[in-house]
């Protein structure tokens, strides 16, 4: 069987789904082909155990570009967000740290840890905001090299430059220090109360191989700041029917659009014809033909599994080699029968309607890091939790309860023994941890999947298990993302395109690589010779 | 200007006065005394050089105290300072580093590649050609902004016509680079130093020693962010990739003194003893300054080489300053996490891995750096201790022995041994300083013997300096041996803090030009230069609009 196409998405993922969207709603002929039977590669609902749906992989949305929901119409499209309120951070002394989206409320809970926090954190949320409005037009850019001579180039960096030059002083500092600072250093300047920077300080290490305390790791807290749902800053929300619905609504509006979709269809190669590529070669033997393919892969597996090595510069080879895509993170997702219940705030309370983080103080989240600097899993590791089933019931069965657990860290690579035989005892480590807080979890659970970097590359294609296709450190950010040289969702490869994760702005549900790319490409079209 | 000691000590007037006689104190001296400035320069402590000083350690046992390895200096600087004429002899050992390792052999790299390389060979083979590519490569970028370490940063808020100027001229460097070391150069800056030498070394050995570079003074591990931007920092002062490893004859302390004798030759005057306990301000300008013993010695412009903590939080009064430039001040990061121990040895250590070695070339191989710390991890987990506030267990040296280059400095026969050891935070958790002193001397001692067993039996006396007393007797504030974090957030235009990176202050006629300033620590005089030009250039200014006024 053959067929030709404009273009061709390999993956169905988030973004493979929206860059086919966007390029089927510019006329051209899309075909995206997933290689798992569902769609929605990271961004996934299964119904994992009978009468439970799990986000299995991610399960939280707040970085979903607002232009993209606004654009492909995702809301006529089924996509529904149910706000996340708040995050509770049990501590061991039995006290809490319970942040809602109501300032005046959270107010009055950091004056209960400390009055001059409640006062900075004004000033601090303020500051942020104000540093998320300049960088957001970033993410929409397609990043430029700032070692060409190209005046576009030229004129972009400039650009760039004459918006930092119009920020005041003190934002021009706080930024410079977002770039560069460790998320534990930058917050230090902020507040005082340990739980509370803990807190914050984790989100500027999820998905990434650093601690707390290692310069870079601001910016990470900031790239999680930027959430954005219907326009209000620093807000999380649950999709109905799980982050699978957020695949499913795009899949939906790329369909409408034109593009037709394939799942259970793995792609083995890219079909290079005289350096450029000609479609893909499925793993039963089909080809695809099109003059343009868009890869959602990460570059690992793009290049040297679809392409091959063989057929690249080395210097590209080598870059890709380098690129780090040490997986940190693992998910246990766990079927219960009755809510959790925290010693620190009995009851089942607004607080589990939330995030739960189990992230009590500075030294315990540079703790676990330290264990998986040395290959090891973390003994008590930062965990982030919710509960969907309190915001959408048909999760599970009637007065049962998914509990989505996002472990760190775990590294992919074990100095001891194999993700296969510690799999368990890592599920063991992460129960016993949440029991310490909430000791009724071990009785009501009643069924367990845990997913080890391993499995996550197994199971979703994702190298290493790196669940943002590359570390999201300043050295793989903007122009050097994925490699340098190759930040323009382009490759050496001439047709063939990156528009996933790894390429500029990076992991999260948030489907900006994925745009950025179907411009890329749309861009290209019309130029002559393409 | 050639004025004799004796009728310079009449003359109460100055045009400048220099708080601090450490070298970049003494080098802003010698430029501003030369051009016509009358300058004063008033040290706290007994002696010239801050950082950079001998010391007696012991009966008979002299020591570079703290810093013990200095330079390069500019050539232009080392030209106009003459300092051979002031009698500093410098010399740079050869081999230039040494280190055993555990298995019993060592690596001894000499300043030559090629010859370097040859030796680490016999680990491996990988390595030793890697190590000529990586030294050229990192020298190649290092030194792309070697130039502009010995520049002012621009205004970021009214960059001058020169400012844009040397900006065309910095990037047409960076395009010189060329795309793949211009894209290394953005990468390198941004990254974990163990990252980096992974990406072009097999051998822990040669791992552990480049990255140690990155963690130098630093309080950082190797697996942390920004530690590649110390290393190109260190490259791009130092230009060897085996670190400078250069010592004066007579010590630390002869270069200094050396420093003075120029800054005196050119008409500085230079006192000892002699104590700030603040600066003058009047409606937003200084006037001069208060000693400790309550003398007031006026003078129009104030140049300190104090760090910034200290002369804006502790020698000027809160309320002549913003309270926002306050705010950076006090979050300006400059806690430390060297210690300093010196050893008065009665022979030479015995190191296992030169056992079999002939007596001029286990001299020869310890005459430079020698390095403990033999992997990556070692180096992380020497750090992680510090991270909650204890010593490392096992503690990441960099070792001299400098009676070897100068044996003046010790009795016939006898040895002295300076020791830069890593990580002693200044704040500890459990303890405090004076009384940790001891478990932190044990601990080097036993991390050193582990490579020279018998050390112990060597050691006549050891002088241990924690963070805490680097703070009281150098006046180094959070024991910080570089005036603060080598970050990249306190680097370049915001050396010490955005917007007063050009060695201005708030305050009218007061300067700094201290390692608190753009490019930073290390006994390179490059803060002293900078610093002095641009004092020099207001003052033409100033003279300038008089002369048109008049």
């Known amino acids: 069987m053959t067929s030709r196409y404009d273009a061709i998405i390999i993956g169905g993922g988030h973004n493979g789904l929206v860059t086919a969207a966007y390029l089927a709603r510019g006329g051209k002929k899309t075909l995206v082909l997933e290689r798992r039977r569902v769609l929605g590669g990271a961004a996934v609902t299964e119904e994992v155990f009978p009468g439970f749906r799990f986000s299995v992989c991610s399960y939280v949305v707040s970085l979903l570009r607002p232009e993209i929901i606004r654009e492909l119409e995702l809301a006529r499209h089924g996509l529904e967000i149910l706000p996340l309120d708040g995050t509770f951070t049990p501590m061991p002394d039995g006290d809490y740290l319970w942040r809602v989206n109501d300032h005046a409320e959270t107010r009055r809970e950091l004056s209960r840890h400390s009055r001059r926090d409640a006062e900075a954190y004004e000033e601090y949320s303020r500051a942020m905001v104000d540093m998320g409005r300049f960088v957001k037009p970033i993410l929409g850019m397609t990043p430029f090299d700032p070692t060409s001579c190209d005046p576009r180039s030229l004129m972009q960096l400039l650009s760039l430059g004459k918006r930092f030059r119009a920020l005041p002083r003190c934002s021009q500092q706080l930024q410079v220090q977002l770039a560069t600072m460790s998320a534990a250093d930058f917050l230090d300047q902020w507040f005082e109360t340990d739980v509370l920077k803990a807190t914050m300080a984790a989100s500027g290490v999820t998905g990434t191989f650093l601690g707390v305390r290692s310069p870079g790791t601001a910016y990470v807290l900031l790239h999680h700041y930027m959430g954005e749902i219907d326009g209000a800053f620093r807000s999380w929300g649950l999709p109905r029917g799980g982050t699978g619905a957020i695949s499913n609504a795009i899949a939906s509006a790329a369909r409408e659009a034109g593009a037709e979709i394939r799942t259970g269809a793995p792609v083995a190669k890219v079909l290079l014809n005289r350096g450029r590529t000609s479609g893909v070669l499925l793993e039963n033997g089909d080809s695809v033909f ?87 899993y973390s003994r008590h590791p930062y965990i982030d939790m919710v509960i969907p089933t309190l915001s959408d019931p048909s999760m599970a069965p009637p007065g049962k309860h998914v509990l989505s657990c996002f472990v760190q860290y775990a590294p992919y690579h074990l100095r001891s023994g194999t993700w296969d035989d510690q799999r368990e005892r890592f599920g063991d480590s992460v129960v016993d941890t949440i029991a310490e807080y909430a000791p009724n979890l071990k009785d009501i659970i009643l069924h367990r999947q845990v997913l080890t970097p391993l499995d996550l590359e197994r199971e979703f294609g994702l190298t290493e298990g790196n669940i943002f296709q590359g570390e999201l450190t300043l050295e793989q950010l903007f122009f050097l993302r994925p490699v340098p040289g190759w930040a323009r969702y382009r490759t050496p490869v001439r047709g063939l395109y990156l528009c996933g994760s790894s390429t500029h702005p990076g992991g999260g549900i948030m489907g900006a690589s994925g745009r950025n790319a179907a411009q890329r490409i749309l861009r290209r079209w019309r130029l002559p010779g393409t | ?191 974990p130093v163990a990252d980096l030498v992974a990406e072009w070394f097999e051998t822990d050995a040669l791992q552990a020693i480049v990255s140690a570079r990155g963690i130098y003074g630093m309080n950082l591990g190797p697996k942390s962010a920004g530690s590649g931007m110390a290393l190109l920092l260190q490259q791009a002062l130092g230009g060897h990739v085996l670190a400078t490893a250069a010592s004066a004859k007579g010590g630390l302390g002869a270069f200094s003194k050396g420093l003075a004798a120029a800054a005196g030759a050119a008409g500085a005057e230079i006192r000892t003893g ?203 504030t959070g024991g910080h041996i570089f005036h603060g974090e080598h970050a990249l957030d306190q680097f370049f235009t915001m050396r010490p803090v955005l917007g007063w990176a050009q060695y201005r202050t708030p305050i009218a006629g007061l300067y700094l030009c201290g390692a608190g300033t753009h490019p930073g620590g290390g006994i390179t005089g490059a803060c002293g230069f900078n610093a002095s030009r641009e004092i020099l250039r207001d003052l033409r200014k100033a003279s300038g609009s008089r002369r048109t006024q008049g």
């Open chain 1, 290 to 376: 099109a003059n343009i393919v868009a890869s959602s892969v990460d570059p690992r597996l793009t290049f040297f599994k679809m392409v091959g090595k063989e057929h690249l510069p080395d210097d590209f080879v080598e870059d890709v080699s380098r690129y780090k895509l040490r997986g940190s993170s693992g998910k246990v997702n766990l079927a219960l029968d009755a809510l959790p219940n925290f010693t620190s705030l009995p009851g089942a309370g607004p607080h589990l309607r939330g995030g739960l983080t189990i992230s009590p103080s500075v030294d315990y989240m540079e703790r676990a890091y330290d264990d998986a600097k040395y290959g090891k």
């Open chain 2, 1 to 191: 200007m050639e004025a004799s000691g004796h009728v310079r000590s009449i003359v109460k007037s100055y045009d400048a006065i220099i708080i601090g006689g450490g070298h970049n104190g003494l080098v802003a001296a010698f430029y501003l005394a030369k051009a016509g400035v009358r300058v004063l320069v008033l040290e706290r402590r007994d002696r010239v050089g801050g950082a950079a000083v001998t010391d007696d350690l012991y009966p008979g046992f002299r020591c570079p105290t703290l810093a013990h390895a200095a330079g390069p200096l500019h050539p232009t600087v080392a030209r106009d300072l003459a300092l051979h004429r002031h009698g500093v002899r410098l010399t740079e050992p050869d081999p230039r580093l040494f280190a055993p390792q555990p298995d019993g052999r060592a690596l001894v790299l000499h300043t030559e590649t090629t010859r370097a390389a040859a030796s680490i060979g016999a680990f491996s083979k990988h390595d030793s050609e890697q190590y000529v590519a990586f030294s050229e490569c990192l020298e190649k970028i290092g030194g792309a902004f070697r130039d502009f370490l010995w520049r002012t940063p621009p205004s970021t808020e009214n960059p001058t016509a020169n400012d844009v100027w040397q900006l065309l001229k910095a990037a047409r460097r960076f395009r010189g680079l060329g795309k793949r070391n211009g894209f290394r150069l953005l990468r390198w800056l941004a990254m």
């Open chain 2, 274 to 476: 002699t104590e700030v306990a603040r600066v003058d301000v009047q409606r937003g300008s200084t006037t001069g300054v208060v000693l400790s013993d309550g003398t007031t010695i006026a003078a129009r412009l104030i140049v300190s080489g104090a760090d910034p903590k200290r002369t804006f939080l502790n020698l000027v009064a809160a309320s002549d300053l913003d309270p926002s430039f306050v705010t950076a001040i006090q979050r300006y990061r400059a806690s430390g996490t060297m210690a300093k121990i010196n050893l008065a040895l009665d022979a030479l250590p015995e190191f296992t891995a030169l056992a079999s070695a002939t007596a001029t070339e286990r001299t020869a191989a310890l005459g430079g750096r020698i390095h403990i710390g033999p992997d990556v991890d070692y180096l992380e987990r020497a750090f992680d201790a510090s991270k909650y506030g204890g010593y490392s267990e096992h503690p990441y040296l960099d070792v001299t022995i400098p009676t070897i280059a100068d044996p003046t400095l010790a009795p016939d026969g006898q040895h002295v041994m300076s020791i830069c050891a890593q990580f002693a935070p200044y704040h500890l958790r459990n303890e405090k300083w004076p009384a940790a002193r001891r478990g932190l001397g044990d601990r080097v001692i036993r991390a050193l013997a582990a490579y020279a067993p018998r050390l112990e039996d060597r050691i006549l006396h050891r002088q241990i300096l924690t963070p805490v007393d680097l703070e009281t007797t150098y006046g180094l």
